[in-house]
């Protein structure tokens, strides 16, 4: 069953304290994303990897931080630096840059 | 930076009432995808215009590219409440995708 998986669906964390967000696709697709979409908004992008090692800002990247070891994971650590980081976060794959993205079915982050 | 501006932002049809959605670009746009996006769901792809007046359909949905590649537009024929969702339009720039705002459509039965 191939697809993007993202864990947990819910997260609650106090404020002042990092946070992982997990993204696994087994899709073997090279590229990975991650965004924020804030209620009523569109998405924005935080990071993204084109290639294993490699990973570019996105937009929004102050105040969090990526990894990519391997190419089936990206994970996304919030750290206690990100001003408002209550939001919606997507992950998402493709097979190149011009390629369509598939989603995963996001992370709703609750700091407080 | 290149933006793209996607009008109107809600809209509420009754269903068997058509819909469309319009994404306009200040530049020339090298191709454009559309998503959908069901409350609390994530963004699923619906379809890629890449030509100069491209027309595409997909049962109900029609989909254009215009001929100077700086709008486009999705059209619903008699919607259903299976349309329900935000539909957003997006566009590559140096491997990244920009996101329009998304046009939100509600559809009373």
């Known amino acids: 069953d191939g697809g993007i998986t993202q864990s947990p669906k819910y997260l609650f964390r106090k404020e002042g304290q990092n946070v992982t967000l997990s993204c696994e696709q087994n899709l073997n697709h090279d590229a990975m994303y991650w965004y924020r979409q804030d209620p009523g908004q569109g998405l924005r992008l935080i990071y993204y990897?084109?290639?294993?090692?490699?990973?570019q800002k996105g937009d929004i990247a102050e105040g969090y931080s990526v990894s990519r070891e391997k190419k089936e994971s990206f994970p996304l650590t919030v750290t206690s630096a990100q001003k408002n980081p209550t939001a919606f976060y997507l992950c998402a794959s493709s097979i190149g840059d011009r390629y369509e993205q598939y989603f995963g079915p996001g992370t709703r982050l609750t700091v407080t | 930076g290149q933006q793209v501006m996607q009008i109107p932002q809600y809209q509420h049809v009754q269903e068997g009432e058509d819909f469309t959605t319009y994404c306009n670009s200040s530049?020339?746009?090298?191709?454009i995808q559309w998503y959908k996006q069901r409350p609390g769901g994530h963004p699923v792809f619906l379809i890629q215009?890449?030509?100069?007046?491209e027309v595409k359909k997909q049962k109900r949905l029609t989909f254009q590219f215009g001929e100077a590649k700086k709008n486009s537009s999705l059209h619903i024929t008699a919607t259903q409440t299976t349309d329900v969702g935000t539909y957003f339009c997006t566009y590559n720039q140096g491997g990244k995708l920009i996101f329009g705002q998304g046009t939100e459509l509600s559809v009373k039965p």
């Open positions: 990897s084109q290639i294993v090692n490699d990973f």
């Open positions: 215009l890449v030509k100069s007046g």
């Open positions: 530049t020339t746009l090298s191709n």
